[in-house]
């Protein structure tokens, strides 16, 4: 039964109880009464029932909310990414077949050339590969490997 339901059934139970005190029928009064607690205990419950349902609502809307903010700015730090790389570097396949990023003219210091992982770039991750052991290869410390230069 919902509320409004619960509503009408509770007024006709307080117009049973009037009619019960208008005759002074002992035995509808108490009838009357009965139905007017149990309908009470009903409306009382949805209460209830609502009010945990509004609280779920609340709590899911408050995570939605952060999901929301933390997609937000995950999006402008792709697109800050996304335009860094634009901007500063290209794409370049040295004769071994590595591909990597490395820096355009002018973005390093001192006129050297930094190299980024092409597969950090792809996930929105700006890593430097750096020389490891050998100085013809290059390291991406987040675990792809090394490439031949
Ligand atoms: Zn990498």
């Not at 002074?24 to 029932?49: G, P, V």
């Not at 952060?66 to 901007?87: F, N, T």
Request: with cysteine.
């Amino acid at each position: 039964m919902d509320i409004a339901g619960a509503l009408s059934a509770l007024n006709a139970t307080v117009e049973l109880m009037k009619n019960a005190i208008g005759a002074r029928d002992a035995n509808k009064l108490t009838e009357a009464h009965s139905a007017f607690r149990q309908k009470y205990i009903e409306i009382q419950n949805q209460c209830f029932a609502l009010t945990e349902t509004c609280r779920t609502l609340a709590e899911e809307k408050a995570s939605e909310t952060q999901r929301a903010m933390q997609l937000e700015r995950e999006i402008a730090r792709l697109r800050c990414h996304a335009a860094d790389i634009a901007e500063n570097y290209e794409r370049w396949t040295f004769s071994f077949g590595s591909t990597v990023f490395r820096s355009k003219p002018g973005v390093t210091l001192n006129g050297g050339t930094e190299y980024l992982c092409a597969n950090c770039v792809e996930r929105g991750q700006k890593t430097y590969l750096q020389p490891r052991s050998h100085a013809r290869e290059l390291h991406c410390p987040e675990g792809h490997g090394q490439l031949r230069i």
